[in-house]
C-alpha cells in the first residue's frame, strides 16, 4: 500500500519510519486529443508515482489536477490556474508533506509547458527554505531526455506511456482512420504511426528506475546533515536556475543540449555541476536565485 489518502494512521506512521517520502503528482484537465482523457497529465504522473513508491518505498498522495500553462489553440473543454496560484497552492502542499514528517518530497509533473516545468520548480525550491526536507520539483520526461523524451502533447511519447500505465484510459480507434486527417491537440508526432505499449514500457521503467535512485541519494544525504547542508543549498538553487531558464527560453530548455546534461547532473547529484551548466548558459545571475 502506498496511496497515502487509503492509508490509517499505523500505515503513515510506518511509511515516515521506513521510507519518509512523499510523491506528490500533478496535472492539468486538458484536451490530450480524441484518444486519451482528459485528466492525462495527473493520471500519467499518479501511476509513475506509484511505481516509485512500489519500487523504492514512500507514498503517494492522490493526483493533483491544477496546472497553469498559456493560451493554447485547443481550449476545448481545458481549465488551468494562474501562475501565482498555482506557485501557492504546490509550495503550500509541499510545505504540508514536510510538515507530517516526510524528509524528501517530489513533486512530478505530468503537464510541461514551459510555465508549469518552471512553476513547479519555483515552488520546490520555496517549499524548501522553510523546511528542513530535500523537496524537488520536476517533469517527467527530466529524466529520459537522453532517450528523446524531450516533452510532447498526446503524441508519440505521452500516448505510449499512457498506454502502457493506463490501456483502459487509450482509445486509438477514436482517431481518424485516414493517415492524411490532421489531429487536434495530439502531435507533434503522430500517435497513430509512431506510438505503442512497449515504447511506453520502456521510457516508464526508465523514469520510475532513475527516480528511484534520485531518492535514495536525497536519503543517504539527509542522513548526513553536517557535511550536506552546503548540498541542499546547491540543490535549491539549481532547480531555481533551471525554472529561469523556462521563463526565459523562447523554445523548451529541454530540447538543449547543455539543459539535458544539467538535468544528468542534477538528477545524479551533482547539484553545482548543473548549477554551473544553466548559469552560463541562460546568463543567469546568481543574486537572482535568492
Excluded at 509541499?94 to 516526510?102: K, M, P, Y
Excluded at 520555496?126 to 529524466?143: H, P, Q, R, S
Excluded at 492524411?180 to 491537440?185: F, G, Q
Amino acid at each position: 500500500m502506498v496511496e497515502y489518502d487509503l492509508m490509517f494512521v499505523r500505515d503513515v506512521r510506518r511509511a515516515l519510519a521506513e521510507a519518509p517520502v512523499a510523491y506528490l503528482p500533478i496535472g492539468a484537465p486538458e484536451m490530450h486529443g480524441e484518444h486519451l482523457t482528459f485528466g492525462l497529465d495527473a493520471i500519467k504522473a499518479h501511476e509513475l508515482c506509484k511505481r516509485m513508491a512500489e519500487a523504492g518505498g514512500g507514498t503517494v498522495q492522490p493526483p493533483l489536477h491544477c496546472g497553469t500553462s498559456a493560451p493554447t489553440s485547443f481550449n476545448f473543454g481545458n481549465v488551468y490556474i494562474s501562475v501565482p496560484v498555482a506557485r501557492a497552492l504546490y509550495t503550500e502542499y509541499l510545505q504540508g508533506l514536510a510538515r507530517v514528517g516526510f524528509r524528501v518530497v517530489v513533486a512530478l509533473t505530468g503537464h510541461y509547458p514551459g510555465c508549469q516545468s518552471a512553476v513547479v520548480k519555483h515552488a520546490a525550491a520555496d517549499a524548501m527554505e522553510t523546511t528542513g526536507a530535500w523537496i524537488v520539483g520536476l517533469d517527467e520526461c527530466d529524466l529520459a531526455l537522453d532517450h528523446g523524451y524531450t516533452g510532447d502533447h498526446a503524441g508519440k511519447w505521452e500516448t505510449s506511456i499512457y498506454w502502457h500505465l493506463r490501456p483502459d484510459l487509450v482509445r486509438m480507434d477514436y482517431l481518424p482512420e485516414d493517415p492524411d486527417t490532421p489531429l487536434v491537440a495530439a502531435g507533434p508526432e503522430d500517435p497513430r504511426v509512431h506510438a505503442s505499449p512497449e515504447l511506453g514500457e520502456r521510457v516508464s521503467a526508465i523514469i520510475v528506475e532513475r527516480m528511484v535512485a534520485f531518492v535514495r541519494t536525497l536519503l543517504e544525504m539527509d542522513a548526513d546533515p553536517v557535511r550536506h547542508g552546503p548540498t541542499k543549498s546547491q540543490m535549491r538553487s539549481a532547480m531555481r536556475a533551471m525554472a529561469l531558464a523556462f521563463e526565459r527560453g523562447r523554445t523548451s530548455p529541454r530540447r538543449e543540449e547543455r539543459y539535458q546534461r544539467a538535468c544528468e547532473h542534477f538528477y545524479g547529484g551533482e547539484f553545482s555541476q548543473a548549477l554551473g551548466l544553466v548559469l552560463q548558459t541562460w546568463e543567469i545571475d546568481r543574486r537572482e536565485l535568492g
